[in-house]
């Protein structure tokens, strides 16, 4: 009696129906990655606490997680959806300092914002939307041999976080 | 005269050796079966050196492996997370988070596979470390060697 084994043709239509390539063997090796992770110098001290805390987060609605006036803190808002927002200082530019706390804001009438329900303008066509700007920052972008010949010319570049 | 001749046929005889009455040649083969195989070395360990929050991407360092063999044999290379029974042939990229620093890579291959040629060829496992992200970590500066899940398999598919 003869008797056929059947996982050699069985192996060989798995290789046919998926298309890959048979092999003659496999070898594995295992390696581990190593990982050393250093906090962003400047964030070494206790950060302010949050002013906005997240006991009962609105959806949708981030919070800053550290808050700190410090020169070169670094700022961190969390939202709910487990994403954050970091703003950090941008090579080359004298940093302002972070301040934080909950102001109202305006934008330029630069930008369309016509679907903004609740924007409004104002004498000076500006609008202003109501909200709050958990951190902002400023920046100097005043280049050695850049524009700003006066010193109140001195552009700005302000970051906010809202 | 005849008994000359007679003489000297005895003696060509004896000077020739045994006489022959015929001969014939058979041919025979050398039969080799070659099984191929292929050896991996030790994969050189990855490492990251990541400051929170940094701007852009880290790369690893390490990761390098050779691999010799049988000439002219085909050979691919997989990836595989974790330190589990290999299961071929592995994927070209492998992204992790992970669990002891909470920071996400993704590791790769620096080539797809090769041809054997009997020597040694280096290859490496590359990783690369997206910027920006936080981290967690409750000190100056922390390292995963408590991760559960920073171990994983280069698969050797020949």
Redesign the interface.
């Known amino acids: 009696m003869r008797f056929a084994s059947f996982a050699p043709v069985t192996l060989g239509l798995m290789a046919l129906l998926t298309g ?1 390539p048979s ?18 110098p400047g ?2 001290s206790a950060p302010a606490a949050p002013q906005f805390p997240p006991q009962s987060p609105r959806p949708g609605a981030c919070y800053s997680r550290a808050l700190s006036e410090e020169t070169g803190a ?1 700022v ?1 808002v969390a939202c709910a959806s487990g994403l ?1 927002v ?1 703003i ?1 200082a941008l090579p080359r530019a004298a940093f302002l300092g972070a301040h934080g706390g909950a102001f109202r804001y305006s934008m330029s009438t630069a930008a369309d914002l016509s679907v903004w329900d609740a924007v409004t303008s104002d004498a000076f066509g500006w609008r202003t939307a109501w909200g709050t700007v958990t951190m902002l920052r400023l920046y100097d972008l005043t280049w050695p041999d850049g524009p700003g010949d006066l010193w109140w010319d001195r552009p700005l570049e302000l970051r906010v976080n809202f | 005269m005849k008994r000359i001749i007679a003489a000297t046929a005895v003696a060509a005889a004896l000077a020739a050796g045994n006489a022959q009455a015929g001969s014939t040649s058979g041919q025979f083969n050398v039969n080799v079966t070659l099984t191929s195989a292929c050896t991996v070395s030790a994969v050189t360990d990855l490492a990251f050196a990541y400051t929170s929050l940094q701007a852009g991407a880290a790369s690893a360092t390490g990761g390098g492996f050779s691999v010799a063999c049988t000439n002219s044999l085909p050979y691919t290379f997989g990836l595989q997370s974790g330190a589990g029974a290999a299961t071929p042939p592995g994927a070209a990229t492998i992204s992790v988070t992970d669990n002891a620093v909470n920071l996400g890579y993704s590791l790769g291959l620096s080539a797809a596979g090769g041809t054997g040629s009997g020597a040694s060829q280096a290859y490496s496992v590359t990783g690369s470390m997206a910027g920006s992200q936080a981290g967690t970590c409750a000190a100056a500066s922390c390292t995963n060697a408590g991760a559960t899940n920073k171990t994983h398999t280069l698969i050797l598919n020949y």
Do not use: P, R, Y
Request: charge should be negative; avoid cysteine.
């Open positions: 890959a092999w003659a063997g496999a070898t594995g090796e295992t390696f581990t990655v190593g990982i050393t992770l250093s906090q962003t964030t070494g670094l961190e954050f970091s950090e």
